[in-house]
């Protein structure tokens, strides 16, 4: 007998106008173990980087985030760290195209409706010509995550025929 699918779209949205600034995935059932969000982004201007709030019932816009980055560019590699922000950083030194390609990011979310420990949230992103990403956020809250918003740090919105996808992985 064959297995049964690990991912499990939950959500697809693709932006249609040019006014769109943030993201919302709600009402996130706890059915799952862990989360994966594949987003395909572009951005209105230069100078922003994709960001995410999570929280239970709503989003936590206090400084209880954190990040780690190790970047490559083929030549040099260097590392970042930031504690207590009020979002995730899921791009630091790789701009977010405005035109023509798209920018591609997988995070996962390990362990999101868990209510004992603190969420960590693992992105990879690269853009061509730029370099690579690895970042590791942390959300510093034991409550289970139910609501996830992506935004642009910048006052920039999101192009057109940008696409976010949210995946539940079944527990093995």
Do not use: H
């Not at 969000?37 to 019932?57: D, W």
């Not at 400084?63 to 009020?86: F, H, K, M, Q």
């Amino acid at each position: 007998m064959a297995a049964g699918s690990t991912y499990t779209k939950i959500a697809t949205t693709t932006v249609s106008g040019s006014s769109t600034n943030s993201i919302t995935f709600s009402s996130i059932s706890n059915g799952y173990t862990d989360l994966v969000l594949i987003c395909s982004v572009q951005n209105s201007a230069a100078g922003s980087a994709l960001g995410m709030q999570v929280g239970n019932g709503s989003v936590d816009t206090a400084s209880n985030y954190s990040v780690t980055e190790l970047y490559g560019d083929g030549s040099s590699a260097s590392s970042y760290r930031l504690s207590n922000i009020t979002y995730t950083l899921n791009t630091v030194n790789i701009a977010i195209p405005t035109t023509s390609a798209f920018m591609p990011f997988i995070i996962n979310c390990q362990n999101y409706s868990n209510t004992t420990t603190y969420k960590t949230f693992l992105t990879r992103s690269g853009a061509a010509g730029q370099g690579v990403e690895a970042i590791v956020n942390l959300w510093r809250s034991t409550s289970a995550i139910n609501v996830i918003t992506l935004l642009l740090t910048g006052a920039q919105y999101f192009n057109a025929g940008s696409t976010f996808t949210l995946y539940g992985i079944a527990a093995a």
